[in-house]
Each structure stands twice: as structure tokens, then as C-alpha cells.
T-cell receptor, first 114, second 114 residues
Framework: AQKITQTQPGMFVQEKEAVTLDCTYDTSDPSYGLFWYKQPSSGEMIFLIYQGSYDQQNATEGRYSLNFQKARKSANLVISASQLGDSAMYFCAMSPGGYNKLIFGAGTRLAVHP | DVKVTQSSRYLVKRTGEKVFLECVQDMDHENMFWYRQDPGLGLRLIYFSYDVKMKEKGDIPEGYSVSREKKERFSLILESASTNQTSMYLC?????????????FGQGTRLTVV
């Protein structure tokens, strides 16, 4: 079965500290993509970062990095130097090949405290 | 600026009504998707379309149908709305063909069925 699991319903972090949001996935497809999206309280979905199953290096985008451990089937998001504006819902998603349909996890709500 | 536009931000309908949720994208994307978002469940795929007049069932198609008569427009239809279809509905679009294609989302429609 193709599935994304996010085991942390809620997390909090102090401003300026780093935080890791967990994501594990399950697929039998050899080719797949992994995504992280941010959803602020306003509701829009904002693309953060992408990792391909064949990518050798972990993806990075500014303060976001994806800790990709293929053997463990995990794709954790690391946010460095948290800001108050990072408070939002974060979704991990997978595209297991074919038509780019995305399978989402349940999400993790992150609260950044001053 | 790329855009996916959903026709309504908030909608209140009565049980048994036929409901149309409209989505339009201006990016000439081949793929379009309808998701439903519920707390604790993340986003679940209802239907997707990879071409005009083509559609595929997602994970939760029961009680829904879709229509794609033009490339830029993808409609979600609730044939007879029920209270358990009260939810946030998100439309998305993406280019076809490669795994690293991010999906672009609309602002969401919060549907309440009373």
C-alpha cells in the first residue's frame, strides 16, 4: 500500500531554534518524489521542498532541508532558525509515479514560540 | 503569477442538494486534482484528471463525480450532498510527465452541508 505517515500531530519550537518534522513513506515503486507543503492558517498550500528517489544528495531550500534516508523510507523536514511565521500545518506528500498524483500524510501542526 | 482559482471560498448547502465546485487554472497544466481535507486525516484524493474528458478515481470517490470539458477547468460534483461531505475541498494542478512536478493549489472551498 502507498502511504505517508506523520506521527507528530503537533510540535512546538522556540524561535531561532531548529526543528525536525518526521515523515515516513511506503511504496513499492522504484521511482517516486517526496514533497513538503506548508499550510498557514489562511489555508493556502505552499510548496517548500522536493526530493527525488534517485537523488543522491539531500534537498535544501533556504532554511528548509530534507533529511532523506531511503533505506528507512523516511523524509524528515528540518527547519533551521525557526521564525514566528513558520507556525503552520506541514504536510509530507509522495508522488509514487504516474500522473503526479500526490498522497499526503495527516500533517503536523508546528507552533513557534517567541 | 500562476494561479489555481476555486469559485467559492465558503459554501453552505442543504442535504440532498446537487453541489458544483469549480476550479480553473491558467498554467496550461495537464493534470488536475480534487482533494478533501479533514482534521487528522490530511488531504485525501477524490478524483484526478490527466487530460480533457479523462478522469480517474482517487481514494475516496464515493458520492462524488467530476467533469473536465476544457483543459483549464475541473469541476467536482456532489450529486446529493450529505452532512458527512462537510469539509474543506482543495483543487490542484500540475504538469504531467515528471516526478518532481509540484502541484499548485487553489485557496480551498469550505463546504458546510446542513
Amino acid at each position: 500500500a502507498q502511504k505517508i505517515t506523520q506521527t507528530q500531530p503537533g510540535m512546538f519550537v522556540q524561535e531561532k531554534e531548529a526543528v525536525t518534522l518526521d515523515c515516513t513513506y511506503d511504496t513499492s515503486d522504484p521511482s517516486y518524489g517526496l514533497f513538503w507543503y506548508k499550510q498557514p492558517s489562511s489555508g493556502e498550500m505552499i510548496f517548500l521542498i522536493y526530493q527525488g528517489s534517485y537523488d543522491q544528495q539531500n534537498a535544501t531550500e533556504g532554511r528548509y532541508s530534507l533529511n532523506f534516508q531511503k533505506a528507512r523510507k523516511s523524509a524528515n523536514l528540518v527547519i533551521s532558525a525557526s521564525q514566528l511565521g513558520d507556525s503552520a500545518m506541514y504536510f509530507c506528500a509522495m508522488s509514487p509515479g504516474g500522473y503526479n498524483k500526490l498522497i499526503f500524510g495527516a500533517g503536523t501542526r508546528l507552533a513557534v514560540h517567541p | 503569477d500562476v494561479k489555481v482559482t476555486q469559485s467559492s471560498r465558503y459554501l453552505v448547502k442543504r442535504t440532498g442538494e446537487k453541489v458544483f465546485l469549480e476550479c480553473v487554472q491558467d498554467m496550461d497544466h495537464e493534470n488536475m486534482f480534487w482533494y478533501r481535507q479533514d482534521p487528522g486525516l490530511g488531504l485525501r484524493l477524490i478524483y484526478f484528471s490527466y487530460d480533457v474528458k479523462m478522469k480517474e478515481k482517487g481514494d475516496i470517490p464515493e458520492g462524488y463525480s467530476v467533469s473536465r470539458e476544457k483543459k483549464e477547468r475541473f469541476s467536482l460534483i456532489l450529486e446529493s450532498a450529505s452532512t458527512n461531505q462537510t469539509s474543506m475541498y482543495l483543487c490542484a494542478s500540475s504538469l504531467e510527465g515528471t516526478l518532481n512536478t509540484e502541484a499548485f493549489f487553489g485557496q480551498g472551498t469550505r463546504l458546510t452541508v446542513v
